[in-house]
T-cell receptor
Framework: DGGITQSPKYLFRKEGQNVTLSCEQNLNHDAMYWYRQDPGQGLRLIYYSQIVNDFQKGDIAEGYSVSREKKESFPLTVTSAQKNPTAFYLCASRETSLGYGYTFGSGTRLTVV | GENVEQHPSTLSVQEGDSAVIKCTYSDSASNYFPWYKQELGKGPQLIID?????GEKKDQRIAVTLNKTAKHFSLHITETQPEDSAVYFC??????????????FGTGTRLQVTL
């Protein structure tokens, strides 16, 4: 079955560490997105990529980095520069030529300990 | 940039009653408005969407209405069931490529359907 897979489901990070969240899709979608979700807030866009080897900053990119070396993969690194990284992170993908809808992964909950 | 406001933040209805969630948007160029349902610990799932050339769309118990003049759109759920309990997000977008392809989300509505 086609879908979008995020791993791990839960992740714990010590202060000062970088961590990388995985996002893989087998939907052959061109565009991929990373959103952050905090309690009581909507989803806020961190980074997005329309094609391989290209990506753009979203609304809250500071302290995060991404890469898009393959169409199927869009990993997100939360760096030590991100001062408040504890949140629920959601990856999404979209086929740009067919329709407008996003397909979301099941999310990664990151906690700083 | 686009700003999407969503109300109410929480909504409790009895099983069988209707539920209505409202959103307003700021960018008059926005032309695509999806609604997502998110269950606890899961990613959001698209439940219905509407484009700006349509005023209303229905899918069984779910409907969405759009008023472009007033820049607001609403989600209507009829004959609510316990499995409708979840957080619902509205969103808006004004294009299909580049920066315009970003979805801007509302802050969510927690719907609880009681027996």
């Amino acid at each position: 079955d086609g879908g979008i897979t995020q791993s791990p489901k839960y992740l714990f990070r010590k202060e000062g560490q970088n961590v990388t969240l995985s996002c893989e899709q087998n939907l052959n979608h061109d565009a991929m997105y990373w959103y952050r979700q905090d309690p009581g807030q909507g989803l806020r866009l961190i980074y997005y990529s329309q094609i391989v080897n290209d990506f753009q900053k979203g609304d809250i990119a500071e302290g995060y980095s991404v890469s898009r070396e393959k169409k199927e993969s869009f990993p997100l690194t939360v760096t030590s520069a991100q001062k408040n990284p504890t949140a629920f992170y959601l990856c999404a993908s979209r086929e740009t030529s067919l329709g407008y809808g996003y397909t979301f992964g099941s999310g990664t909950r990151l906690t700083v300990v | 940039g686009e700003n999407v406001e969503q109300h109410p933040s929480t909504l409790s209805v009895q099983e069988g009653d209707s539920a209505v969630i409202k959103c307003t948007y700021s960018d008059s160029a926005s032309n695509y408005f999806p609604w997502y349902k998110q269950e606890l610990g899961k990613g959001p799932q698209l439940i219905i969407d509407i484009r700006s050339n349509v005023g209303e769309k229905k899918d069984q118990r779910i409907a969405v209405t759009l008023n472009k003049t007033a820049k607001h759109f609403s989600l209507h759920i009829t004959e609510t069931q316990p499995e409708d309990s979840a957080v619902y997000f509205c969103a808006a977008r004004r294009g299909n490529t580049g920066t315009a392809s970003k979805l801007t989300f509302g802050t969510g509505t927690r719907l609880q359907v009681t027996l």
